[in-house]
């Protein structure tokens, strides 16, 4: 249930969604379209000094342990300090235990690079498949790791599949803050610090919420005050990084537009958005072999049920912004892509067979993987549920 404090917000969140489609917009037509760098030096500040926590824990730790020489009593804001650096220090960011070097694939390899050339970036270093609806590019460094979800990529036509490499690799092209390094791992960091100052919550018998005794209720009240800040921070980075990682989506869709063509690039889209309808069939695939999965899955994708298609693209018309995402409304991004009706696409469309050949095992493996998925969930189900 919606209460007007929500309906205002989200009149706001499309208002401002609608203003930087606008200026996307604007900016491509006039050659200037990149990300945006109005809050890039603030939300980079900001990101160091968030990852800088734990090392000023440490120093004060160290330094109250080199006190506790002559006063013993510090040895017990040493160990406070030097626990809390531990317990905040930032995870170090690393690729998928599954990525493979893209070397593995020399045909899929071949392509990437035509692509990146065509881009104006270097191809990725890694890859990972896997058994979801969705493509992403990561980040660490100098290296670059894409993943691509088999049910999309066997849902795609040819020039759909160059369209969404060239969509993932812009991000390489255009530095997308969102994926890279230093802002992941202060996001990462601070919703670690939020999960660890939020207690454990504990059920009566009749299901209701148990509170304890004063001391608990005490104790919780000082953690939900630490949180405070943890949580206005988090959302002060996001916000930083709303405007960029907008941007950066817009600027994603223009090359994978120049790259592949208007056409493509608006039906990659739209097979994203009936994506649950592929999770709906899901439902009713129960122990089934990965060869049946590999047909029925992507199925909905190519030939949708018109009506379902149809109400998906109604819900998609009324989609909201939010700043807690980092791309724009689905809506928009189909608006933005049809206006560039002037690019008709720089690559020559050509046949996947060969690479579907190639890559015939590892999907055979990632379906195997989802099968595995779907039985345990439906297992879960059936006994919880």
Known sequence: MFTYADRVRQRLNRAKAERLFEQALKDQNAGTLRRGEMYFLPAKVLSILILSVPLVCFCAGLASLIAAYYEWGMLFPAAFFLMAARVMAPRRPSFAND?????????????????????????????????????????????????????????????????????????????????????????????????????????????????????????ELILWMLRLPVSA?????????????????????????????????????????????????????????????????????????????????????????????????????????SALYAYAGELPSVSYEKIDDELSQVRLRSYQKLASQIESEQEMGVRYG
Not at 148 to 177: M, Q, V, Y
Not at 186 to 207: C, E, I, K, Q, R
């Open 233 to 337: 921070v988090y959302r002060l980075l996001l916000g930083l990084l709303y405007v960029q990682s907008q941007r950066a989506e817009y600027f994603a869709d223009a090359i994978s537009v120049r790259v592949a063509g208007v056409s493509a690039a608006r039906s990659l889209l739209s097979k994203i958005v009936l994506a649950p309808l592929s999770l709906q069939e899901r439902n009713f695939l129960f122990r089934a072999k990965a060869v049946r999965l590999a047909e029925a899955l992507p199925a909905p994708l190519i030939s949708p049920d018109p009506v379902k298609a149809a109400a998906l693209m109604a819900e998609m018309q009324e989609e909201e912004s939010s700043v807690d995402t980092t791309h724009p409304p689905t809506v928009f991004r189909l608006r933005f892509i």
């Open 99 to 219: 990525a493979q070097p893209i070397s593995n694939f020399p045909l899929l390899a071949s392509r990437l690079k035509e692509i990146a050339d065509a881009v104006g970036c270097e191809a990725p270093d890694l890859i990972v498949f896997d058994g979801e609806i969705n493509a992403s590019m990561l980040t660490i460094g100098r290296r670059g790791q894409l993943t691509i979800g088999f049910i999309l990529w066997d849902g795609c036509t040819a020039k759909e599949r160059t369209a969404l490499l060239a969509h993932e690799l812009a991000h390489l092209a255009n530095n997308n803050p969102a994926r890279g390094r230093l802002f992941g791992a202060a996001l990462d960091s601070l919703a670690a610090w939020h999960m660890l100052l939020t207690p454990d919550v504990g059920y009566n018998f009749d299901g209701s919420r148990a509170y304890g005794g004063l001391g608990m209720q005490l104790s």
